[in-house]
């Protein structure tokens, strides 16, 4: 069958035929070309892109409504030129603008307007930057007050635009991490009083309400009593590869960096992402995306609400109620979203079906990286997802979605609580040979529910996930999986290593969690490989020939198995897994293939 092929080049022309010899210039160019042929297409459409970046004036939006999608049993393609050979181009999807007219101030720094840009990422010469912090918190003697906090010191009164600052607390919840936004600081030479952005303030403090009885303690716990970190304030512009943004003219704010050795105003490229997403996809199929860069996307949430309230994995509170949840009189309480909202993502797809995003690059992106929804037969493979601020690829309520020998790493950089993969009450979903490594939080999470059934977890390798937050593992699950063993999850040949922080789990069924298998897995360098007693109970759960570096503490409850599972010693943990057929061949099998090792 005879294939149409476009193809896009920087140097082209959007009002050329799109022919080898006369590309266009824009990926928006060669949409409007595609969406011309596809109801008549009798073989695959190919977008191929020659190396470079392309600067999306907005987003590139497919939409089965406006023709995007193959037809006649046939695909649209989009690719890097050179596709899946040595000569393949490297091409760039940018969100991003870049910021010239630089000065340099007294210090060093280098100061630029923005107009009304208030970026909370920043790439310079292809490396991020970090926003400008001070992670000593708050000085001097700190006391939380209704409106915000009240300190003997005077040295916040001296920091400029502290509208524009922003106090992150980590370990709100063990598994949390909020931000929230300053309103004014005002004071004397005895103290300085921080009033807090509203509602988000009085928010996080009905959100972050609760007790822990654990330990033999008195159940007394304020994660709200005074911020670790502060960020974005100009005062805090110490560090080379920093930033900050001042606010104090509306429409004219601007943007200071602390430049590393080496950069030069002129020679060095600073990148501000201003396109909140940068691909999206409704109602199409047949749909492929490969070779592509994904870079440079910002997310103004937590500015426009006043912070980023988070609760756990990919859900946070914007507006509406809070419910208790009583975990019994000799454990505590902790408050949650009545209706809590999903983290958003850079790259989209809601309502697809026969989508694949193959060989991609997701980095530098303000929000979660990809986030698949009500979507059915999409595959996720060989992608790489790093320095994202949120999750790394989240799916959601939909029907065989696989995510196959994808790497995650270096995730969650500003919502810590941010899972490496997240998948929400979905069916028949995959998630097999990906290597996740350095992350915050959970490596792989899979949440229960209603819908969720015959989820497959195989042969993944997490290491050094919990690497900023507690309560988590490097695999965790939670609520029923199903209705039945024969159709509800299985965890199988995984290897876990390195579950970094206190309090975390390498395998983690949690909450209320059933009708689960866990079978010949491998956990190394967790406080504890599995936990047995969790609120509401495990139900209908199995570990069995799994090997590990600790015996799991406690009594399974009554539906629960633990058994055939392998202890080996720590110190030699490695080397007995290896002697063990069984052991090596889990070891062989996980992580990405294709691979020298």
Same mark, same amino acid.
């Given at each position: 069958m005879p294939e149409i092929r476009f193809h896009v080049s920087p140097d082209g022309q959007d009002d050329s035929p799109g022919s080898v010899d006369r590309p266009f210039a824009t990926p928006k160019a060669a949409q409007e070309a595609v969406r011309a042929v596809t109801a008549v297409m009798t073989g695959d459409i190919v977008v191929t892109f020659t190396s470079g970046v392309y600067h999306l004036e907005e987003p590139l939006a497919f939409d089965d409504t406006l023709a995007d999608s193959g037809r006649n049993g046939f695909r649209v393609i989009y690719q890097a030129n050179g596709y899946g050979t040595p000569d393949q181009a490297k091409v760039e999807l940018s969100g991003g603008r870049e910021i010239t007219g630089w000065s340099t101030s007294d210090d060093g720094a280098w100061t630029v307007s923005i107009g009304d840009l208030e970026p909370r990422r920043l790439t310079v010469d292809g490396r991020p930057a970090a926003r400008a912090a001070r992670t000593s918190g708050l000085p001097g003697t700190v006391t939380k007050i209704g409106t915000g906090y009240v300190t003997d010191s005077g040295e916040p009164q001296s920091w400029p635009d502290p509208s524009g600052l922003e106090f992150v607390y980590p370990g709100v919840y063990p598994w949390s991490e909020a931000r929230l936004a300053v309103a004014s600081i005002s004071g004397d030479d005895s103290s300085t009083t921080i009033t807090m952005a509203q509602p988000a303030f009085d928010n996080a403090k009905s959100l972050y309400d609760s007790k822990w009885y654990g330990a033999g303690g008195d159940g007394t716990w304020d994660g709200l009593a005074a911020p670790s970190v502060l960020e974005n304030n100009v005062a805090f512009l110490t560090e080379p590869g920093t930033f900050a943004v001042d606010r104090s003219e509306p429409g004219a704010h601007v943007l200071h960096y602390r430049p590393r050795p080496g950069e030069e105003i002129g020679k060095t490229t600073v990148v501000v992402p201003v396109l909140e997403t940068l691909v999206s996809g409704q109602g199409v199929h047949d749909l492929v995306l490969r070779g592509f860069t994904f870079a440079d996307a910002a997310w103004s949430g937590p500015t426009r609400t006043g912070g980023y309230l988070h609760y756990h994995g990919n859900a946070r509170h914007e507006q509406g109620e809070f419910q208790k949840i009583d975990m019994g009189a000799d454990v505590g309480y902790v408050h949650v979203p009545a209706s809590p909202v999903q983290l958003p993502a850079n790259v989209s797809f809601t309502a697809v079906r026969r989508v694949t995003l193959e060989d991609n690059h997701f980095?530098? #992106?303000? =929000?979660?990286?990809?986030?698949?929804? !009500?979507?059915? !037969?999409?595959?996720?493979?060989?992608?790489?997802? $790093?320095?994202? %601020?949120?999750?790394? @690829?989240?799916?959601?309520?939909?029907?065989? +979605? %696989?995510?196959?020998?994808?790497?995650?790493?270096?995730?969650?950089?500003?919502?810590?609580? %941010?899972?490496?993969?997240?998948?929400?009450?979905?069916?028949?979903?995959?998630? =097999?040979?990906?290597?996740?490594? $350095?992350? &915050?939080?959970?490596?792989? +999470?899979?949440?229960?529910?209603?819908?969720?059934?015959?989820? *497959? +977890?195989? =042969?993944? #390798?997490?290491?050094?996930?919990?690497?900023? #937050?507690? !309560?988590?593992?490097? @695999?965790?699950? %939670?609520? &029923? *999986?199903?209705?039945?063993?024969?159709g509800g999850a299985v965890v199988r040949g995984n290897v876990i290593r390195d579950v970094l922080t206190s309090y975390n789990f390498g395998l983690y069924a949690d909450y209320g969690a059933a009708w689960i298998t866990i079978v010949g897995n491998i956990v190394h360098g967790a406080d504890t490989p599995i936990v047995l007693q969790v609120g509401p109970p495990l139900e209908n759960v199995a570990f069995l020939g799994n090997f590990w570096d600790v015996q799991p503490d406690g009594e399974p409850p009554e539906t629960v198995t633990v058994a055939g599972n392998t202890l080996l010693s720590k110190e030699n943990f490695d080397k007995e897994v290896r002697a063990d057929p069984a052991g090596a061949d889990i070891l062989a099998r996980a992580g990405r293939r294709g691979l020298e090792r």
């Open positions: 980095t530098r #992106l303000g =929000a979660g990286g990809l986030l698949v929804e !009500d979507s059915t !037969d999409v595959e996720i493979r060989s992608n790489v997802f $790093d320095e994202i %601020s949120g999750s790394g @690829i989240a799916v959601h309520e939909s029907t065989r +979605v %696989s995510l196959e020998d994808n790497l995650v790493h270096h995730i969650g950089t500003e919502y810590r609580g %941010s899972s490496a993969v997240i998948v929400v009450e979905s069916e028949e979903a995959t998630v =097999a040979h990906n290597e996740i490594h $350095d992350v &915050p939080h959970n490596g792989i +999470v899979i949440t229960g529910g209603e819908r969720a059934k015959g989820t *497959q +977890v195989v =042969a993944n #390798l997490v290491e050094r996930s919990m690497g900023k #937050l507690m !309560d988590g593992g490097g @695999i965790y699950l %939670s609520a &029923p *999986q199903g209705s039945s063993f024969a």
